[in-house]
């Protein structure tokens, strides 16, 4: 099984949106609507900022958003500001009870 | 709070065994799966596999299906990754992290890593 595709970079200006897409196929992203996005700074863990597509946990700003068409998934990140700049990666449901990831997108804000 | 708490970084050689751990706190362990994921640095994030510590339920990706082995010790709270032969292409970053209930694809605690170093 492959991984899932994101772009290995994207960047935007301070105040700016960006869009970061995920793209899978119909056994991953297109078959569930079980998408996540995990924010990664250099040296620090993973942590959760989206899941379910579109649902943000406790503490995550609104400014992170989620969206899905077909086998594509995207994070939108509006305002941004310079703490935003890290390492994003997607992941979703594979079947099984195991997940697949995207190979990440490295985040720059200008 | 949930925790989380990794084993500390390895060096091992080729051909060696290894086990590394991680100690859930803060939540009923039994109640969660728990997933392994491994990050290749400058890499992407890849699921090596979930044990749910209620029964000890396990699931493999298909990559890494005979190439490690996940196991709990539900009386200590510990789920652990471990090889019988490792390899240079084992070294890498992994993670633990925590399943959120009745979730599917969201993990919403992390342990702080393990570098595993495997290097003659």
């Known amino acids: 099984q492959s991984a899932l595709t994101q772009p290995r970079s994207a960047s935007g200006s301070l105040g700016q949106s960006v869009t970061i897409s995920c793209t899978g196929t119909d056994d991953d992203i297109g078959g569930y609507d079980y998408v996540s996005w995990y924010q990664q700074y250099p040296g620090k863990a993973p942590q959760l900022i989206i899941y379910?597509?579109?649902k943000r946990p406790s503490g995550v700003p609104a400014r992170f958003s989620g969206s899905k068409s077909g086998t594509t998934a995207s994070l939108t990140v509006s305002g941004l500001q310079a703490d935003d700049e890290a390492a994003y990666f997607c992941?979703?449901?594979?079947?099984?009870?195991?997940?697949?990831f995207g190979g990440g997108t490295k985040l720059t804000v200008l | 709070e949930v925790l989380l708490v990794q084993s500390g970084g390895e060096v091992k050689k080729p051909g060696e065994s290894l086990k590394i751990s991680c100690k859930g706190s803060g939540y009923t362990f039994s109640g969660y799966w728990v997933a392994w994921v491994r990050q290749v640095p400058g890499k992407g994030l890849e699921s090596l596999g979930i044990i749910y510590p209620g029964d000890s339920d396990t699931r493999y990706s298909p990559s890494f299906r005979g190439q490690v082995t996940i196991s709990v010790d539900k009386s200590t709270n510990t789920a652990y990754l471990q090889w019988t032969k490792l390899k240079a292409s084992d070294t890498a970053i992994y993670y633990c992290a925590r399943r959120g209930y009745e979730k599917l694809a969201v993990l919403d605690r992390w342990g702080q890593g393990t570098q595993v170093t495997v290097s003659s």
């Open positions: 379910d597509i579109n």
């Open positions: 992941s979703s449901y594979a079947g099984s009870q195991i997940e697949r």
